[in-house]
């Protein structure tokens, strides 16, 4: 009888122990963590336990391989460190995240009922600077084609042209690259020459990077054909002077080969070119003529010319004025400055024709005048005569009558006349 007894204590505290384990083993818990992470930065897993008593935790990767057992390592990776393990909370990190390590984490309790949850790994992709494709060559009066590329991010990234300040529109489209997404924007923009060189941007945002943006600026390269001008000298140029012709030449591409030429004739012997620049030096009337510059890209063909003349030398001789004729202060004015200061400077030999010419002018302004004075007192001197002529005929007139009259006087006058 006393074995019954015995048994039947025992079954009755071994029910009681399994009532007790199972109670304790209901009321323990784990929770998890989602957690969203920067490619390239550093993930933090945590798993939180309620009322653990000391029962196993595994943590294990989205492939269900076991990373952690009660805090040991099982997988062997070093990105994966255990940094915290406590009766609450289980803590792992896991550097250099990539978006390969993106999916769930499981943390598993075990006790005689399994309780696990997911911490689920989130990967952002930023976008790096996009990259601008030039799908169609820009010439003038056409169309420039341009594809602004992001190549890889998650979530896609926002694309958008700009110019000016103000949004250009284009054709958007998206591709899947495994768990990151290609995006690219394409424009089509119609081009003159004065768009060459103006500038536009290519701006990708992304909420990895917030008001941040990430950028490319790119300048149009629009193909036209060449111009070319020809600078001028100064000026008249005479013999024994030397000539110097630059040639501007614009165009893109800009022309490699500069040609000077002289129309229906060869260009001089002493002619040098030098680059874009033409030197003749000791010119002579030998080198009159018409000269062209003449370049040419893909595009077309630009030329401009020059029309030389060569005066000759007009020599004066310094004697052929008198000095008096020269006033001093023009003397000294002219005179050329002595490149020595104690050199002496001969002054009679830097007139210049202008002061010759208004010498001349003003020797003939004085013959005028003095043929002027002449004939006028000429005329002057003749009128007197007539009028003393005439004064003569009236008094002969005067004999005559008294003559005629037998020399009568009324007023008793005797007046005598000389026959």
């Not at 009888?1 to 399994?18: D, G, I, K």
């Not at 119609?190 to 990077?209: F, G, I, K, Q, T």
Request: proline fraction near 6%; glycine fraction near 6%; charge should be neutral.
């Amino acid at each position: 009888m006393a074995f019954p007894t015995v048994w039947r204590e025992c079954t009755l505290l071994c029910v009681v122990f399994l009532l007790s384990f199972v109670r304790t083993a209901r009321g323990q818990a784990v929770q998890a963590e989602n957690v969203t992470v920067q490619e390239g930065g550093t993930a933090q897993i945590s798993c939180r336990l309620q009322n653990y008593d000391g029962s196993i935790v595994v943590i294990q990767n989205p492939r269900r391989q076991t990373l952690f057992f009660n805090g040991t390592r099982a997988l062997k990776d070093d990105r994966f460190q255990m940094v915290l393990f406590t009766p609450r909370l289980v803590r792992i990190t896991l550097t250099n995240v990539s978006v390969l390590d993106e999916g769930g984490y499981f943390c598993q309790l075990y006790t005689d009922d399994t309780h696990h949850q997911v911490a689920t790994l989130s990967v952002v992709v930023p976008p790096e600077t996009p990259i601008i494709e030039v799908n169609q060559e820009a010439v003038e009066g056409g169309e420039a084609k341009l594809t602004c590329l992001s190549p890889r991010s998650k979530p896609p990234a926002s694309l958008r042209w700009m110019r000016n300040g103000r949004e250009i529109p284009g054709v958007v489209s998206q591709q899947e690259n495994g768990k990151t997404v290609s995006v690219s924007n394409t424009i089509t923009v119609a081009v003159e020459r004065r768009d060459n060189e103006a500038a536009v941007s290519c701006e990708a945002s992304h909420p990895a990077l917030g008001n941040q943006r990430r950028v490319r600026h790119y300048r149009l390269d629009v193909h036209f054909a060449p111009t070319v001008k020809i600078t001028p000298p100064p000026g008249i140029l005479r013999e024994g002077d030397s000539l110097t012709l630059t040639c501007t030449v614009t165009g893109n591409p800009l022309p490699r080969i500069i040609q000077w030429s002289r129309v229906n004739d060869t260009l001089p012997e002493r002619a040098e070119i030098l680059g874009t620049t033409l030197v003749m030096s000791r010119l002579s009337q030998s080198h009159n003529g018409t000269y062209l510059c003449q370049a040419h890209n893909n595009h077309g063909r630009a030329a401009d010319h020059y029309t030389l003349l060569v005066y000759e030398n007009i020599t004066v001789a310094p004697t052929s004025i008198p000095d008096s004729f020269i006033p001093t202060s023009l003397t000294t004015m002219f005179a050329p400055e002595p490149k020595d200061p104690g050199a002496v400077v001969e002054t009679h030999s830097a007139v210049p024709y202008a002061v010759i010419g208004g010498v001349l002018a003003l020797l003939v302004f004085t013959i005028i005048c003095v043929l002027i004075v002449t004939i006028w007192c000429s005329v002057r001197q003749k009128g007197s005569y007539l009028t003393h002529e005439a004064s003569g005929l009236d008094e002969h007139g005067e004999v005559q009558e008294a003559f005629l009259n037998g020399n009568d006087t009324r007023d008793g006058t005797k007046k005598e006349y000389l026959l």
